[in-house]
């Protein structure tokens, strides 16, 4: 038995446990049968997902007696919309999945949404068991109870408060993932630490280098104090009332990238956090919140480990810094009209702000622009 840590989610009757250990995903029956009523699951994952996991998840759950059927999506972010989000409910209702069965998501960020809101939304609410497998999904999508796919409109914009009843973090899942994927779901990582924690900051630059090379018990840690930054936040304000938008660090930004390169691989979503955080320090320091050095040690980190930093190193075109700035007004984190910000009175300190001149959000957007 691996040695597995347990970060508590504690929401009253909607807590449950993140369970992080190597090997969950060949042990995860005995993690999963205490939550069953009768000796069956469904799983739904993805292409690429299902080829590399799904054999050890459906040897466990057969050697537990545990009956399943299986679900496979594409791979991808298209794979978030309404099309794949309908033949997932009808298959589920095919398969005679009742109210009191669970359902388990076995993939990235993708399926996690996907089929958490399909759980919210199937016999008006089934459980989930959230099997993250990507380092995004882990520290980050996999916790928390966001569900939803997205609409012609923006991303995200359909879904559901819907929390998983239990996520198995399989860190040994994370040795499948391209360096490029481990890479970007490292811009939440970080996040964290710029957020809420600078020790963990400090941590990361010592430790950033070996997370990289696939050193599983600084995963573990990583993953580990992630989720108990994000489960301390979610149980502050679970729906995202004030104190959850803290935990969008670097996303308004990302937001506008992502649109300005349209939701495609010239940006993940992970990579365009990590410049996202960069850029908001970068403000934070123009309007006198926090030292000149901040940006500099984040930037020069995030360098170091090889991830993306700054707008130059997104490849082709980008739109200019107005445009760039009206597709943050898209955002649906925009409250009556006002963009919200979250920038940092230094590394570990952020806060929520509706108060940011527009101006200097352009002039940085121009400044970041021009030195492409
Ligand atoms: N990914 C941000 C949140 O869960 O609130």
Request: charge should be negative.
């Amino acid at each position: 038995m691996p040695t597995m840590q347990t970060v508590f989610v504690p929401l009253g009757a909607r807590a449950y446990d993140v369970r992080i250990a190597q090997d969950l995903i060949v042990d995860s029956a005995s993690h999963i049968a205490p939550f069953l009523r009768r000796p069956r699951v469904a799983i739904v994952s993805d292409d690429n997902v299902a080829q590399a996991h799904l054999p050890a998840l459906v040897a466990g759950l057969q050697a537990s007696g545990i009956a399943h059927s299986t679900l496979t999506l594409p791979a991808g972010e298209t794979t978030k919309t309404w099309p794949e989000f309908t033949r997932t409910v009808e298959w589920l209702l095919a398969e005679k999945i009742e109210r009191q069965d669970v359902v388990i998501a076995l993939g990235g960020g993708v399926i996690g949404d996907l089929v958490g809101f399909a759980a919210a939304v199937l016999r008006r609410g089934i459980r989930f068991i959230q099997i993250p497998t990507s380092l995004l999904a882990q520290v980050d999508s996999s916790v928390g109870g966001k569900t939803g796919i997205n609409a012609p409109q923006g991303k995200n914009l359909i879904g559901a408060f819907h929390q998983p009843s239990l996520v198995l973090a399989d860190i040994s899942a994370l040795d499948t993932l391209t360096p490029r994927d481990f890479l970007a779901g490292y811009g939440e990582v970080i996040k964290y630490g710029l957020l809420g924690d600078a020790s963990f900051f400090d941590w990361l630059e010592t430790n950033g280098p070996n997370l990289v090379q696939g050193d599983r018990d600084a995963r573990a840690h990583a993953v580990r104090r992630s989720v108990e930054m994000k489960a301390e936040i979610v149980v502050r304000d679970e729906t995202e009332q004030g104190d959850r938008a803290l935990l969008n660090l670097g996303h308004t930004f990302c937001h506008a990238l992502e649109a300005a390169t349209g939701y495609s691989d010239r940006l993940l979503h992970g990579e365009g956090v990590a410049i996202g955080c960069a850029l908001a320090f970068e403000l934070s320091a123009r309007l006198g919140l926090c030292s000149q050095e901040d940006p500099s040690r984040v930037r020069a980190h995030l360098r170091s480990m090889g991830t993306k930093v700054d707008l130059a190193d997104i490849a082709g075109d980008l739109p200019t810094a107005e445009t760039l700035l009206d597709l943050m007004g898209q955002d649906k984190k925009v409250v009556d009209g006002q963009l919200r910000f979250i920038l940092a009175n230094g590394i570990g300190a952020a806060f929520v702000t509706t108060q940011v001149p527009r101006d200097a959000v352009l002039s940085v957007l121009k400044d970041a622009l021009a030195a492409r």
